[in-house]
């Protein structure tokens, strides 16, 4: 399984965009990257997935480095309810299991 | 719909019990999967389905069962419940092909 690496925290202003990295240099060509949040005392919930290019949807955008060995989970304009504990996740193929392997992800701290 | 609903919401048990945490979803889906979370720690796998009466183990099964009678239940089965049991357990379920999992609320169990 591939391993990631994220910074443990991050702090945000309220309203201004946020880039979370994650470092995944071991991904092989067939693992897509999945974004999932965890917020205090929920379930995690799905964010964002995506193979090689980027990819946008309601809640945020993700970009992938060319080279695939890392990638930015982009929030547009951060909001109170975003401060949660964001994991990078590779899963291999395009389908999923159910087997996620989870790191300890970012904590992101938005600041009004 | 409902989405994934796990009881109870809160247990406290005895070294030695043994419990049943429940975990129906009602969408259909064909992949449920059941993950134990820690304090200060991301989410670890315990078992996954890939459907009715197909089970497997994840990263930390010991202690555990499981069973896939029907789509939408997945009950995980504590057998004698011990100390290192304390956790918070969460229930997902996807559907085949696509990426994202769907968490229940997660169920708060603490054995003394």
């Known amino acids: 399984d591939a391993k990631t690496t994220q910074p443990n925290s991050m702090e945000s202003n309220e309203e201004e965009p946020v880039h979370l990295p994650c470092n995944h240099s071991?991904?092989?060509?067939?693992?897509?990257i999945h974004w999932y949040r965890q917020l205090p005392s929920q379930g995690p919930e799905y964010v964002i997935h995506?193979?090689?290019s980027n990819v946008n949807n309601r809640m945020a955008s993700l970009a992938i480095a060319e080279d695939r060995k890392s990638s930015t989970l982009i929030l547009h304009r951060a909001t109170l309810r975003d401060a949660a504990v964001y994991y990078c996740?590779?899963?291999?193929?395009?389908?999923?299991?159910?087997?996620?392997?989870f790191g300890q992800g970012t904590t992101l701290q938005v600041k009004p | 719909n409902a989405g994934v609903t796990q009881t109870p919401k809160f247990q406290v048990l005895k070294t030695g019990q043994s419990m049943t945490l429940q975990c129906a979803q009602d969408?259909?889906?064909?992949?449920m999967s059941w993950y134990r979370q820690d304090p200060g720690m991301g989410l670890r796998l315990i078992h996954y389905?890939?459907?009715?009466?197909?089970?497997d183990q994840g990263e930390v099964p010991n202690g555990y069962n499981v069973s896939r009678s029907t789509t939408e239940d997945f009950p995980l089965r504590l057998l004698s419940a011990a100390p290192s049991q304390t956790s918070v357990y969460f229930c997902?379920?996807?559907?085949?092909?696509?990426?994202?999992?769907?968490f229940g609320e997660g169920s708060r169990l603490t054995v003394l």
């Open positions: 389905s890939v459907g009715a009466g197909i089970t």
């Open positions: 997902a379920s996807n559907p085949l092909n696509t990426g994202e999992l769907f």
């Open positions: 995506g193979l090689t």
């Open positions: 969408m259909n889906h064909e992949y």
């Open positions: 996740i590779p899963v291999h193929g395009s389908g999923n299991t159910g087997k996620l392997i």
């Open positions: 071991t991904i092989s060509g067939t693992d897509y």
